[in-house]
Each structure stands twice: as structure tokens, then as C-alpha cells.
């Protein structure tokens, strides 16, 4: 990208990132394709190399992304984000805006301060395609003021963009959702089992389901992947990460979900809340 | 309808029809409609008055439909079944076909014997409208010689039908969609319950759901009712009365669904196994 587009582009305000893994890279790519002026900070100089292609510039210090009127980040865990955004979140011009698209807890983004700053939690579901494509789902929490803000810049990768009310808000819909998937998955799976034992096969089921009061995402999800065999090996994983992050964020807000936790734990799915070990697997990419 | 028209569509062969109530009088209505002639036992005067005026032909007593080649029943309960069924069963031609649209036991029809005569059980969903519409979903469990026939003719009245498997599949695909409905019904109650809990609104969560891994029907049909008070009034007498059915039919098929039961008993809906009476106030409509 040459000097002549950046400047051209200028009202569309200056986007700081942090975080560009698996997800993040190509959300960087999206905003440099829509004309966005991104600083980026990356610690991967083969990241660094790829998105400066792009028109994105590099900087030194996370905390040179304050010069920026959003900063986007994209960081793996509530750790990194205490780790990373203190300091940027202080060095922040009033009425800046941050989009955190971690999905963790609201209790960390809270701890951020900010006073004057509109933090915006911006959970999101998709592959690293969604984000290619421009059809992300994203889920947004932000103030009535920060809203349009946080709407232009997600926009340019997410569709559709649901917003779930205030500050705070997506994360707390992000949170229920997934323990409604994996309890809605636990049920369906123990259906089909209960069906096998009776004579039903799998693909019968799963086509009734699909037009009837019983059906489900889930249920879609495990006929598009061929049976409950290969479901549970596929979504085993991240439904283990996902609870275990609930159960945290449940105790963390002083919520009481253990009704939806143990739904979410019992049946032919092994995601018993308090696995770990999962998460850092995947620190690499961001 | 005319002699004439009779006679021309006399290679879609005779239905026997027994259960002209609330569901099963629009079936009447389309299968007329739709140039068959039919024979109609029904005990309500003003019924076979409606009916006869559309062309269907009464007859006096419930053995006299064994003269069609397909008898069709929606009668209400299989204790009706048992009463109205065997003497039908025992005078139909070999080859004849008999579709039964009640919600029940496999092992009720198991129960009416019929040697030669195919037995077909087409549990549906729907309502009345539905049916006069052509819109009703049915399931369709058939062994492959009989099925061409149970699928032309119920395909008068229904669409999508559901192919289920074999003889007596269809009531047990319908017996477990009933229990994942009451099921994810009480998941997605939970979860909105634990919404407010944590200031969201049902709609915002809804919303969410509607594009998101832990939606579902029945979130679905939260959502278009208006909200999870209404939903729960509404549904409450219907899924109370399926489970109730479902764990009969679990006892007679010897069959363990205890994990399936307890998922859709426990949660806001109070549907607890067991209940009764329900069924006494339907009864009329056969």
C-alpha cells in the first residue's frame, strides 16, 4: 500500500492490532484491504514480513498502538490480556476505542480501567476461512457510544455482527451459547445412541431431526460431519477448552451455572469441567 | 364429487379411513380433494355430514373399511388402537396396507398381528392447518414393499415425509426427537434463566442462538412466541403428555432411555414423567 491510499483512507481512523495468529492475520489482511491504516504488533517477524506486504506497519512496543483510534486485539487468553493491554489501555486518547476478541472473562476486561475509553468485548465463532471470506461471526458488547465504531471496524471481516447488548454483554452471550452447545451436543448424541439400541440408524435420525422440534445446530453439525463417531473426536477438544473456561467465568462472576455446567459435562462427550493443558497448545499462534 | 369423478380415479384405489377428529378430518378433507375415493367410519353425525357432503362414503360399522386396499387411522391413543383396530386388521385383503398416524407403542401395532397386510406407522407434527395446507411433517416407518403405497397416499396431506426405516421406525425416531425437544426445551430455558441472571436479555440471547452453535427448534420457537414465559405456558400440557408416553413406550420395548428422561424432566418445565389425564380431554376428537 502506498502513502497516497493510506492518506486517502485517513478518515477511516487509524486501527492498532495486537494478536495476529491463526484468526488475527487474516483479520489484518481484511483491514488492509479495506483501506484501514494498521499498526501492527507481532512478535513473529515472518508475521511481521507477511502483513507489512499488505500496507500494515510494523511497531517496536505494544504500547505504540495507542496512537490509534481502535486498537483490535486478538489474543488468545485473559492472561495475554493482562499481560498486553494494560499498557496500552492507559496510553489510550479519551474516546479511543478497544475491541477485545478474546473469548474469556468479563471480569478481566473490566480490571483493564480504561476510564474514558470504550471497551468493546467482541467474542467471535468461525475458521481463519470465515475471517478470508468476511464471514466471521462476531458477537458485540459496547456502550451505545462506542457501538458504530466497534460495527465499522469488525465489519470488514464479520457478518453477521450480533450485537448482544453493553459492555461486557457479548461475553457473557458467548459463555451461555457454548455451554448450550455442548449440552444440546451431550443430549443429542445420548439420542442416537438411545436409537441405535432401538433400530434407528444415525442418518435417520439425524435427517428427521433436521425438519422436527428435536433438531438442533449440533444435530446439523453431526450429519454434515458423517456420524456421532467423528463428531466427538473432532469436538471433544474445544468443547473440553470451552467449559472449563465457563466453569472459571461462572466462579469468576459469582454466577451460579452448575445446572448448565453439568448438562454441558454429562453424557457421551469426556469434557468434564477442569481439563487444561489444552490452552497452551495454542499460544504459539498468537 | 360426482359419480364420474370416482370412477376416474379409480386406479389410486379405495382408503379406508377411521379418527376424522381434529387432525384427522382435514386428512379426509385433502384425500377427496385429491380424487380418492373414501370410506369413512366416524361415530359424530356432524362429522360424517361434513365429510360425506366432500365426497367420502360413511360406512356403519368400523370392519366394513377393511373392503379398501389402504386403511388409514389417526385415532388418539393406542388403548383406542386396541379397541378399533384388531377387527379391521383381521378382514383386510392380503397385501392391503394400513398407516397408522397415532403417537404411540411400536409394540401396539405389533400387537394387531396381520400376516400379508402391510402395517405402517406415520407418527406426524402439525396441526389441523397443516394438514389442510398439505404442510404436515410425517415419518414414515414401512417395510419397502408397502412404503410406495403409505407414501402416495399420505403424501395427500404431508410434506415433508419422512423416511424412517422399517416397520415400527417411524414411532421411535418420533418417540426420541419428542424427548430431545423437551430436552434442549429445558437447556435453552436454563440458559436464558441464567441470561437474566447475568443481565442479558432473552432477546439478545435468542438472537444470538438463531445464528449460532447452541440454537435449535426450540430456541426457535421461543424466540417466535415471545419470550420464555409464554413458551413454557404454551408447551408445557404437550410435552408433559409425550414424555409421559415416551416412558411407556420405553418400559415396553424394554429399552433403558432413564439419561434421555431425566434430561427432559429436569429444568424450568415441570414435565416430569408420570403425569396424566391429559389425554382424557382429547378424546373427543376422535
Given at each position: 500500500m502506498d502513502e497516497s491510499v493510506v492518506t486517502e483512507h485517513a478518515d477511516q481512523?487509524?486501527?492498532g492490532?495486537?494478536?495476529a495468529g491463526r484468526i488475527g492475520e487474516p483479520m489484518v489482511e481484511r483491514l488492509c484491504a479495506g483501506g484501514h491504516r494498521v499498526l501492527l504488533f507481532a512478535r513473529r517477524p515472518e508475521v511481521r514480513a507477511r502483513l507489512s506486504q499488505l500496507g500494515a506497519q510494523p511497531v517496536a512496543e505494544a504500547v505504540q498502538l495507542a496512537a490509534a483510534d481502535v486498537v483490535v486485539s486478538c489474543l488468545y487468553s485473559d492472561r495475554q490480556i493482562l499481560d498486553v493491554?494494560?499498557?496500552?489501555?492507559?496510553?489510550?486518547?479519551p474516546g479511543a476505542v478497544l475491541v477485545s476478541h478474546t473469548t474469556g472473562s468479563p471480569a478481566t476486561l473490566e480490571r483493564l480501567g480504561g476510564q474514558g475509553i470504550g471497551i468493546v468485548d467482541a467474542p467471535f465463532s468461525g475458521s481463519a476461512e470465515a475471517v478470508r471470506a468476511g464471514r466471521l461471526?462476531?458477537?458485540?458488547?459496547?456502550d451505545d457510544?462506542?457501538?458504530?465504531?466497534?460495527?465499522?471496524i469488525v465489519g470488514s471481516y464479520a457478518d453477521?455482527?450480533?450485537?448482544?447488548?453493553?459492555?461486557?454483554?457479548?461475553?457473557?452471550?458467548?459463555?451461555?451459547n457454548n455451554l448450550l452447545f455442548a449440552a444440546i451436543s451431550q443430549i443429542t448424541l445420548s439420542g442416537l445412541a438411545a436409537g441405535r439400541k432401538l433400530g434407528v440408524t444415525e442418518k435417520a435420525?439425524?435427517?428427521?431431526?433436521?425438519v422436527s422440534s428435536g433438531g438442533s445446530a449440533a444435530a446439523r453439525y453431526i450429519d454434515a460431519v458423517g456420524d456421532s463417531g467423528r463428531y466427538v473426536a473432532s469436538v471433544t477438544p474445544f468443547l473440553r477448552k470451552d467449559i472449563a473456561a465457563c466453569a472459571e467465568v461462572a466462579a469468576d462472576l459469582g454466577v451460579d451455572l452448575s445446572a448448565l455446567l453439568a448438562a454441558a459435562s454429562a453424557g457421551p462427550l469426556k469434557i468434564e469441567a477442569?481439563?487444561?493443558?489444552d490452552r497452551a497448545a495454542d499460544l504459539e499462534d498468537q
Amino acid at each position: 500500500m502506498d502513502e497516497s491510499v493510506v492518506t486517502e483512507h485517513a478518515d477511516q481512523g487509524t486501527v492498532g492490532f495486537v494478536g495476529a495468529g491463526r484468526i488475527g492475520e487474516p483479520m489484518v489482511e481484511r483491514l488492509c484491504a479495506g483501506g484501514h491504516r494498521v499498526l501492527l504488533f507481532a512478535r513473529r517477524p515472518e508475521v511481521r514480513a507477511r502483513l507489512s506486504q499488505l500496507g500494515a506497519q510494523p511497531v517496536a512496543e505494544a504500547v505504540q498502538l495507542a496512537a490509534a483510534d481502535v486498537v483490535v486485539s486478538c489474543l488468545y487468553s485473559d492472561r495475554q490480556i493482562l499481560d498486553v493491554l494494560p499498557g496500552i489501555v492507559s496510553a489510550l486518547r479519551p474516546g479511543a476505542v478497544l475491541v477485545s476478541h478474546t473469548t474469556g472473562s468479563p471480569a478481566t476486561l473490566e480490571r483493564l480501567g480504561g476510564q474514558g475509553i470504550g471497551i468493546v468485548d467482541a467474542p467471535f465463532s468461525g475458521s481463519a476461512e470465515a475471517v478470508r471470506a468476511g464471514r466471521l461471526t462476531v458477537y458485540l458488547g459496547a456502550d451505545d457510544e462506542y457501538l458504530p465504531t466497534a460495527r465499522g471496524i469488525v465489519g470488514s471481516y464479520a457478518d453477521p455482527v450480533i450485537i448482544a447488548g453493553g459492555r461486557g454483554s457479548a461475553l457473557r452471550v458467548k459463555l451461555l451459547n457454548n455451554l448450550l452447545f455442548a449440552a444440546i451436543s451431550q443430549i443429542t448424541l445420548s439420542g442416537l445412541a438411545a436409537g441405535r439400541k432401538l433400530g434407528v440408524t444415525e442418518k435417520a435420525l439425524l435427517g428427521a431431526l433436521a425438519v422436527s422440534s428435536g433438531g438442533s445446530a449440533a444435530a446439523r453439525y453431526i450429519d454434515a460431519v458423517g456420524d456421532s463417531g467423528r463428531y466427538v473426536a473432532s469436538v471433544t477438544p474445544f468443547l473440553r477448552k470451552d467449559i472449563a473456561a465457563c466453569a472459571e467465568v461462572a466462579a469468576d462472576l459469582g454466577v451460579d451455572l452448575s445446572a448448565l455446567l453439568a448438562a454441558a459435562s454429562a453424557g457421551p462427550l469426556k469434557i468434564e469441567a477442569g481439563g487444561s493443558g489444552d490452552r497452551a497448545a495454542d499460544l504459539e499462534d498468537q
